[in-house]
T-cell receptor
Framework: GAVVSQHPSRVICKSGTSVKIECRSLDFQATTMFWYRQFPKQSLMLMATSNEGSKATYEQGVEKDKFLINHASLTLSTLTVTSAHPEDSSFYIC????????????FGPGTRLTVT | EDKVVQSPLSLVVHEGDTVTLNCSYEVTNFRSLLWYKQEKKAPTFLFMLTSSGIEKKSGRLSSILDKKELFSILNITATQTGDSAVYLCAAITNAGKSTFGDGTTLTVKP
């Protein structure tokens, strides 16, 4: 099956710093990648959808300048949390789809971000 | 606003029982419904349903979609403790937007 990796799996950073999370599709070309965040005991909340080579589409309420998304190639998307604050602490999960749509999404293992 | 509702929110059964998880949706320009199993980390893909009335099966798991009544069910027969997880469903639109339900937490006791 399709494999998606994320790096790092866990990161702790100080308030005010920026953190970059990478999402890679290892054995297929991901024309579309999705970024989610998940709080404890809650469901996935879609943050943004990115297509290779174009700007990401952000969901309502998600700050574009705070959560920078880059989808520079068909196998890599990055999410940068800028000027992180403790309330940004969460589980960030990416998923990738190879059909140009969201028909089958394959999820990465997630990144646990803790901002102190 | 697109909405996906799962029920029950949690369920406790014993090994060998059969369970049915429900997912109803109200989504504009609906394309597909997806089921996922989430244990400790990220969700793993189970099924994608696009057409009404066609059952998809994988081992003890099966799922079906009713596009007229706007719901889907996920059945697990002969449950095992390894089936304990959160089961998520998501409705996908033609534009590729996904809306997830809150999940059903299934606990299977030995």
């Amino acid at each position: 099956g399709a494999v998606v990796s994320q790096h790092p799996s866990r990161v702790i950073c100080k308030s005010g710093t920026s953190v970059k999370i990478e999402c890679r599709s290892l054995d297929f070309q991901a024309t579309t990648m999705f970024w989610y965040r998940q709080f404890p005991k809650q469901s996935l909340m879609l943050m943004a959808t990115s297509n290779e080579g174009s700007k990401a589409t952000y969901e309502q309420g998600v700050e574009k300048d705070k959560f920078l998304i880059n989808h520079a190639s068909l196998t890599l998307s990055t999410l940068t949390v800028t000027s992180a604050h403790p309330e940004d602490s969460s589980f960030y999960i990416c998923s990738a789809s190879g059909t140009g749509g969201a028909y089958e999404q394959y999820f990465g293992p997630g990144t646990r971000l803790t901002v102190t | 606003e697109d909405k996906v509702v799962q029920s029950p929110l949690s369920l406790v059964v014993h090994e060998g029982d059969t369970v049915t998880l429900n997912c109803s949706y109200e989504v504009t320009n609906f394309r597909s419904l997806l089921w996922y199993k989430q244990e400790k980390k990220a969700p793993t893909f189970l099924f994608m349903l696009t057409s009404s009335g066609i059952e998809k099966k994988s081992g003890r798991l099966s799922s079906i979609l009713d596009k007229k009544e706007l719901f889907s069910i996920l059945n697990i027969t002969a449950t095992q403790t390894g089936d304990s997880a959160v089961y998520l469903c998501a409705a996908i639109t033609n534009a590729g937007k996904s809306t997830f339900g809150d999940g059903t937490t299934l606990t299977v006791k030995p």
